[in-house]
């Protein structure tokens, strides 16, 4: 049982616009930022979004980040075949001293 | 170019111990936090530890503490991971992830390495 809350699927057509969530509490995601990880099949995670909305470099800007309370949001624009893969959110636990993250979301590009 | 390296990884039998080692070249080693995530096969990623730059703070997840002890050698750009009193529930591969600041509460890790992967089995 994870900490932080994600459907464990989603998908979209190509072109579509997909929004995966993510929910904790104010103890995680209430009280520090919100980091996205992307891992492509058999690939090392990789930095998505970081402090909420922010874009590592690199990284298209149809992927964007949003937090609002104690739940995040990652939404990606323009689907593309590429963009199937596993997505992680994870934040800072003050309570827990501990970082903790989502049960991952398997993005399906039909 | 920031490059990660881990090692160290086997298979064990239940209640022994293995000591990981991660490489880090292409950055500052000293100025930023280290951690080590794990993933079980098929199964989702899981926090196992942290260390600030300086190594001198320090988190480990409740699953591992008193078990694993995380380790950093600044001068060799060396990050390290004693597990001890390994079971059947820490097999995974294990990566070793660069923080994006010096504090070890950070749950932004900008780079990460392929893994290291350690079987626990008899």
């Known amino acids: 049982q994870s900490v932080l809350t994600q459907p464990p699927s989603a998908s979209g057509t190509p072109g579509q616009r997909v929004t995966i969530s993510c929910s904790g509490s104010s103890s995680n995601i209430g009280g520090t930022t919100v980091n996205w990880y992307q891992q492509l099949p058999g690939m090392a995670p990789k930095l998505l979004i970081y402090?909420?909305?922010e874009r590592p470099s690199g990284v298209p800007d149809r992927f964007s980040g949003s937090k609002s309370g104690t739940s995040a949001s990652l939404a990606i624009s323009g689907l593309q075949s590429e963009d199937e893969a596993d997505y992680y959110c994870a934040a800072w636990d003050d309570s827990l001293n501990a970082v903790v993250f989502g049960g991952g979301t398997k993005l399906t590009v039909l | 170019e920031v490059q990660l390296l881990e090692s160290g990884g086997g298979l064990v039998q239940p209640g022994g111990s293995l000591r990981l080692s991660c490489a880090g070249s292409g950055f500052a080693f000293s100025s930023y936090a280290m951690s080590w995530v794990r993933q079980a096969p098929g199964k989702g990623l899981q926090w196992v530890s942290s260390i600030s730059g300086s190594g001198g703070a320090i988190y480990y997840a409740d699953s591992v503490k008193g078990r694993f002890t995380i380790s950093r050698d600044n001068s060799k750009n060396m990050l390290y991971l004693q597990m001890n009193t390994l079971r059947a529930d820490d097999t995974a591969l294990y990566y070793c992830a660069k923080g994006n600041r010096a504090v070890g509460a950070t749950s932004s890790l900008d780079y990460w390495g392929q893994g290291t992967l350690v079987t626990v089995s008899s």
């Open positions: 402090n909420n909305y």
